[in-house]
């Protein structure tokens, strides 16, 4: 079964920082697009960061400058460095591909809390 694992979630201070990770054992990273979601409460699932097999990146408006997605496809892992968080930031946290048409089964997604 296709299984995507975040991890690295957490509660910080506004202006602190965190380290996601997607892994999976069931699926191989390298040949897709991934992309970083962000659910908030009462708010659709929105994509907030994407990287290409090539390496290039794509961002949301909202975290420019301050996250960075990147892989590491030998360890079949996916990265989003949060840095000066804010509390609008709160939300789970997904990892998927950004394609809708191979979009793989959800997984349980990792907390992110941003509050003083």
């Known amino acids: 079964q296709v299984q995507l694992v975040e991890s690295g979630g957490g509660l910080v201070q506004p202006g602190g920082s965190l380290r996601l990770s997607c892994a999976s054992s069931t699926v191989i990273f390298a040949p897709y697009v991934m992309s970083w979601y962000r659910q908030t409460p009462g708010k659709q699932r929105e994509m907030v960061a994407a990287?290409?097999?090539?390496?290039?990146?794509v961002y949301v408006d909202s975290v420019k400058g301050r996250f960075t997605i990147s892989r590491d496809n030998a360890e079949n892992l996916v990265y989003l460095q949060m840095n000066n968080l804010l509390t609008e930031d709160t939300g789970v946290y997904y990892c998927n591909t950004y394609d809708k048409s191979s979009q793989l089964p959800w997984g349980r997604g990792t907390q992110v809390t941003v509050s003083s």
């Open positions: 990287i290409f097999s090539s390496g290039g990146t």
